[in-house]
């Protein structure tokens, strides 16, 4: 399994199970965030997250779902 940076742009863990998940989008999100679209390619779940520009502030889950 891959080994995640700490806040890694490109991958982050699956919220399903665990595998890399590439970045798919990234765009605008209200109070000056970003809004990350990660899909899993081993199992389909697709996380959203809202980012802060500060990396010290946790990421908001938006969405988490499967695939259809």
């Known amino acids: 399994m891959r080994s995640f940076q700490h806040r890694d742009y490109f991958f982050h863990p699956c919220g399903a199970c665990g595998a890399a998940a590439n970045l798919t989008r990234n765009s605008p999100a209200p109070g000056g965030r970003e ?20 990396s010290a502030v946790p990421w908001i889950v938006v969405d988490g779902s499967p695939v259809a």
């Open 35 to 54: 809004r990350r679209t990660y899909e899993c390619r081993r199992c389909g779940q697709v996380d959203v997250y809202d980012v802060a520009a500060d």
